[in-house]
């Protein structure tokens, strides 16, 4: 038994496995497939201000070794969660983190103030990494002065544990890292999805409603691996490596490339107990390996 | 409950050429499944394979604890389902979604299905039966290959068929058999509740609309999760966008916003 605990900020996990934003809805739909109190953290369905009815169906499309997808944020807004959803989630015994969207710095500001009175959420994802909204999301996540723009705002309103979630869409996302670090968050966890694009070749039209999408799966996997390894080196706080994770052996290469923890996205649909599958085989790795905490292998790749 | 684990395949039955069906058995009695809910189903494989995919159940074969899943063969994924063989395990996710409104004694009910459309509608119907209801089946398919199993369905009702080549029962669309007028003529007390391929949907809602006849619908939408977490399925109603993994994949048609 290694100790595979982790503190983030003022985020204590009992393990560093998380289920990743838009993937797990609110943890209750999992709740006959997997024990939830044994996953380390859960993050829930991206969470704006005003309510937003998404894209058009079709909003997905299985491509090699992963999918797109353009769902676009659908969610009934920040009074509704904290109202109707917030009193079914908030005795889970786990941490419960809200992935935050916007358009605009003062929406996001005043989402994540109205988490902030929300004693059992003790963390909130700052989303400015969303491809598949028109306006506003991806355009923060793309520029060192955007990102910066954001985070400041929402650290002015939220006082616990901020991670701001990065896109891989960008020229160097290590300057974006370094501009959140300063800005004030907490953590970063990365990635996003990747924008891409299919096309029905019978029906001569793109398989998904808005025409592109984001791509995830373990076909987005090295690209992540590259974006932790490089963002790790860029900055000091802790950082969350996602993208593609599938397995254990997946996760442990996150952790060598200087990932703190981790959140599992897609593989919940292929297994929806995988989360907790996870965190076992990385402590049972860890032992095989003669480790006796999993900070011996965190950023062992130079 | 929703469960998700391995169950065992007691037969791979081929009832006619891109067909299979396969009948699956656990060790433990398989629990509530309500007719028109449905499984998800981990394909491992090619790179193409990766989602699970969503089939319909056809039959809970109770007397010996089996689960049938009858599938057309259309790609790769349905394609390796098809290669299974007596012995093999597969991963399933179950059951699904909200399945059809539930029989009430005495009451007529006509089940409308095109082509692996009429799976669902066995389970369907026998629960129908068993709640004291009378359910009618009227079942089209392209042509008589396409219409598989149909003893198993007068097992539990009176049959109807069309087939567009004329092959089987009356030529032509489901729209378009003759026992629609006596079956819902004014005054008659019937409800519809149909599955296939879009445009036979939107017919039958037509007819059901124009006749004032309720009527419900199974939606096959694209799925990944299958549990209404991911969104990726929706189906814009009057309501708004809503999961048809998880609210449906049956829908009133008054509920729905299409044009009929
Ligand atoms: C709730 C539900 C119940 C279903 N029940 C049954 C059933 O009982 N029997 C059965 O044979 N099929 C059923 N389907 C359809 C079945 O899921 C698809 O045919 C299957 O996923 C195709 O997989 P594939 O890998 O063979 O084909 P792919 O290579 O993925 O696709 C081949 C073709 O099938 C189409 N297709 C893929 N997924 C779907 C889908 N979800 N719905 C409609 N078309 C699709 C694609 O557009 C493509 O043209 C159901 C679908 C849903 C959503
Ligand atoms: C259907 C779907 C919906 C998603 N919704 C969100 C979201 O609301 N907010 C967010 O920050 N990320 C969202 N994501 C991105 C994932 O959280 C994750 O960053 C991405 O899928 C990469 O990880 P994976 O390869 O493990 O899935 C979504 C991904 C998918 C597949
Ligand atoms: S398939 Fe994920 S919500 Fe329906």
């Known amino acids: 038994m290694a100790d595979i605990s982790v503190k983030i900020a003022g985020l204590e996990m009992k393990n560093p496995v998380m289920t990743a934003s838009g993937t797990f809805g609110y943890g209750l739909e999992f709740a006959d497939l997997v024990n939830l109190e044994e996953i380390g953290g859960i993050i829930v369905k991206g969470t704006t201000l005003n309510p937003r009815e998404g894209n058009d169906y079709p909003r997905m499309a299985e491509t090699p070794h992963g999918m797109l997808n353009c769902v676009g944020l659908q969610n009934k807004g920040v009074d509704y969660f904290c109202r109707n959803i917030y009193p079914q989630i908030k005795d889970i015994r786990t941490n419960m983190i809200v992935n935050v969207s916007g358009s605009c710095p003062e929406d996001y500001a005043e989402c994540a103030a109205r988490i902030n009175e929300l004693e059992n959420i003790p963390a909130i994802e700052l989303n400015i990494s969303c491809p598949n909204v028109r306006q506003g999301g991806m355009a923060f996540g793309v520029t060192t002065e955007g990102a910066s723009q954001v985070v400041k705002a929402v650290r002015e309103a939220y006082n616990k544990t901020l991670i701001v979630k990065l896109s891989p869409n960008v020229t160097s996302i290590a300057d974006i890292a370094r501009s959140v670090e300063d800005s004030g968050a907490d953590a970063v966890s990365l990635i996003n999805t990747l924008m891409g694009m299919s096309i029905d070749i019978e029906r001569r039209k793109p398989r998904l409603s808005i025409k592109t999408g984001g791509l995830s799966g373990p076909a987005i996997r090295p690209v992540a691996v590259r974006c932790v390894y490089q963002v790790a080196h860029a900055v000091k706080i802790p950082v969350i490596g996602l993208g593609g994770i599938m397995n254990a052996e997946d996760a442990i290469e996150f952790f060598m490339a200087g990932a703190s923890a981790i959140e599992l996205g897609t593989a919940n649909f292929i297994d929806p107990a995988i989360s907790v599958k996870v965190a076992e085989g990385i402590d049972s790795w860890l032992d095989r390996h003669g480790c006796k905490s999993l900070n011996e292998i965190v950023g062992v790749v130079e | ?260």
């Open chain 2, 1 to 260: 409950m929703k469960y998700c684990k391995d169950l065992k395949i007691v037969a791979a039955e081929y009832p006619s050429d891109g067909y299979v069906l396969l009948r699956l058995t656990d060790n433990e009695p398989l629990g509530e499944i309500l007719g028109g809910q449905f499984v998800e189903i981990r394909v491992d494989g090619t790179a193409d394979t990766f989602l699970r995919r969503p089939i319909s159940v056809n039959y809970v074969d109770r007397k010996n604890n089996e689960l049938h899943l009858l599938i057309q063969i259309v790609g790769d994924g349905t394609k390796q389902l098809s290669s299974l063989k007596a012995g093999d395990k597969l991963n399933v996710l179950f059951p699904l979604g909200n399945g059809f409104t539930q029989g009430k004694s005495g009451e007529k009910v006509l089940l409308v299905g095109g082509g692996v459309g009429i799976a669902p509608l066995l389970e369907y119907g026998k629960q129908l039966r068993e709640a004291g209801a009378t359910p009618v089946f009227l079942l089209g398919g392209r042509s008589k290959r396409n219409l598989l199993m149909l003893d198993r369905y007068s097992e539990i009702g009176e049959v109807y068929v069309t087939t567009e080549d004329g092959s089987l029962g009356e030529k032509g669309f489901v729209t378009q058999h003759s026992c629609l007028k006596t079956l819902c003529e004014a005054g008659s007390d019937i409800r519809i509740s149909v599955c296939g391929p879009k445009p036979m949907m939107v017919a039958v809602a037509r007819f059901a609309k124009a006749n004032n006849i309720r009527c419900e619908v199974s939606l096959e939408n694209m799925m990944a999760c299958g549990l209404g977490a991911c969104l990726c399925c929706v189906e814009k109603t009057v309501k708004g966008n809503v999961c048809v993994c998880k609210e449906g994949p049956v829908f009133n048609i008054n509920d729905l916003t299409w044009q009929i």
